[in-house]
């Protein structure tokens, strides 16, 4: 995989077919708000200064494990208007995937197309979200959705915002040791490059 590019690995959103999205692996997920507001915060100097929601945003995040306990949370970075985060799927809770070897199954009819083309945009309520051999809440959409709704209650309970985020989410299946470290400079990157990055938009 070529240095990561969100404009690029964004543009051809498709689920790969018989892939399942429950398996051992890493996964690389951008959750957007609703029309791009800034509710989490804003960058100064090249550093992501979070406001009350956005560090509600940052616990609800570091809580995904104790909901999900075959879960593990690698880099991540909450910005002013979306939330990107490497997740991993395990095998259990002593065994964790291997990034050399983790999500080939299913992938070939894709790659063979485009090498860039195994990035998914998937329907927040989960309605086709996973495998129909794993359960809806082992699966990377039902981690994003439980997540979601945790911030959505906060928002609603405690601001006068109804609509926190967009419909859809972004989902990359990271393949190799490669895609991995890229996608983690990319991230750790994010703040400082923000005003030249996909997802920026000016505050409303």
């Known amino acids: ?34 029309a791009r507001a800034h509710l989490f915060g804003k960058i100064t100097n090249g550093i992501m200064d979070l406001n009350e ?17 075959k879960v593990i949370l690698h880099k991540y970075v909450i910005m002013p208007n979306h939330v990107h985060g490497i997740i991993e799927f395990i095998k259990n809770n002593n065994e964790p995937a291997d990034t050399a070897h983790a999500n080939i199954v299913g992938a070939n009819d894709v790659v063979a197309n485009d090498v860039l083309a195994n990035n998914v945009v998937a329907n927040n309520v989960g309605a086709n979200d996973h495998s129909p051999l794993r359960s809806p809440s082992k699966t990377v959409g039902s981690v994003v959705r ?13 601001t006068k915002i109804q609509d926190v985020w967009q419909r859809n989410f972004y989902e990359i299946i990271i393949r190799d040791q490669i895609a991995y470290q890229n996608i983690s400079l990319y991230i750790s990157n994010n703040p400082e490059k923000w005003e030249s990055d996909s997802f920026y938009s000016k505050d409303k």
């Open 146 to 158: 439980g997540f979601k709704i945790g911030v959505t209650k906060w928002f609603r309970s405690n």
């Open 53 to 69: 929601a956005g560090k509600y945003v940052d616990e609800c995040w570091l809580a995904i494990p104790d909901h999900y306990p």
């Open 1 to 34: 995989m070529k240095n990561y590019n969100p404009a690029i690995h964004h543009r051809a959103s498709i689920r790969l077919k018989g892939y399942d999205y429950g398996q051992s692996g890493f996964y690389f997920v951008t959750i957007c708000t609703q």
